[in-house]
Each structure stands twice: as C-alpha cells, then as structure tokens.
C-alpha cells in the first residue's frame, strides 16, 4: 500500500503532537536538490500572540558553499500577508532583512529530545549569527515530509 501524501493543508490542521508524529516518522532531504532554492515558511507552533509579535512566515534561503562544499542558508523576515498571500521579504534600507544563517548537519550521533532519529538538522550556531539573532541559540532538525520529495520540509526549533 502506498504511503499517503501529506501536504501544508494537512499539516496545517494537525496538532502540535500530530505533527511531532509526523517529524519522528519522516524522511531525509536531498541536500543537492535544496541547492539554490527558497521556501516558505510557516510558523506552526508559537502561540499566535507570539506570531503578532514576531512572524507567522518566512522564507529559507538554501545554497551550496563554493569553497566548503557545505549547504547553507539564511531566513527572511517577510511583510505577514499570510501563507497564500504574495510573499514579500521585508527590507531595511532597500536590503532584505535576513537572519538565523545556518548550516545544514548530519544528525547521526547527537541526542536529539523526544528520541528524534533523524539525519539532517540545521545548525544555527556555526554559521556566525550575532548574539542578538533569534535564531543563534538554535538547531533545527529538518524533515522531508513525504518520502523522496523535497517540496514540503518539516522543522522544530530547539534552542540550547
């Protein structure tokens, strides 16, 4: 039987412990297919006084480092117009107002909470954000939600 396909809708209308279920069952990302690319995203799980105050969406920056080898990437503050409207990245004198620059890690080996398995996390504090950055203190296992495709990614923030 074929696994069902999950899509945003989906995640959208699941809890946080549906979710959590979903993250602890998903699947690797191909790193070579992230290259160059950008996502939305959608916060899922702050309070929604807490994404009044900073964001509901954002966008993922992914790209190869020439000299490293390494996939990497940065986060976007976006203008909130809601996950379907247009997405526009905030600016601050007419530059993209970016933040929580990472670095994409292999997961084998680290105790991850809940028992989390997975093989690719996000690691914010190698990538040379400032102290203030509100992604600095963070690690961000990472999931393709559905098996072989890259085309909705699952994360939860964990911050040390």
């Known amino acids: 039987m074929a696994e069902k396909i999950l899509t945003l809708d989906d995640l959208l209308k699941m809890s946080n412990q549906e979710r959590k279920q979903v993250m602890m069952n998903a699947h690797p990302f191909d790193e070579d297919a992230l290259d160059k690319t950008m996502y939305r995203g959608i916060d899922l ?36 117009t809601g996950w379907e409207g247009p997405g526009v990245p905030k600016k601050k004198n007419g530059r993209q107002i970016s933040f929580g620059h990472y670095r994409v890690r292999k997961a084998k080996g680290i105790n991850w909470p809940a028992g989390w398995a997975g093989e690719q996390y996000l690691d914010y ?25 890259n085309d909705l990614l699952l994360g939860w923030e964990i911050l040390k």
């Open 45 to 80: 799980s702050l309070p929604k006084f807490m994404n009044m105050i900073l964001w509901k969406t954002f966008r993922k920056t992914f790209i190869r480092d020439e000299k490293t080898g390494e996939l990497r990437g940065w986060n976007v503050r976006m203008e909130q």
């Open 125 to 149: 504090q190698v990538a040379g954000n400032k102290w203030y950055d509100p992604g600095a203190p963070g690690f961000c296992p990472l999931v393709a939600v559905n098996k072989g495709r």
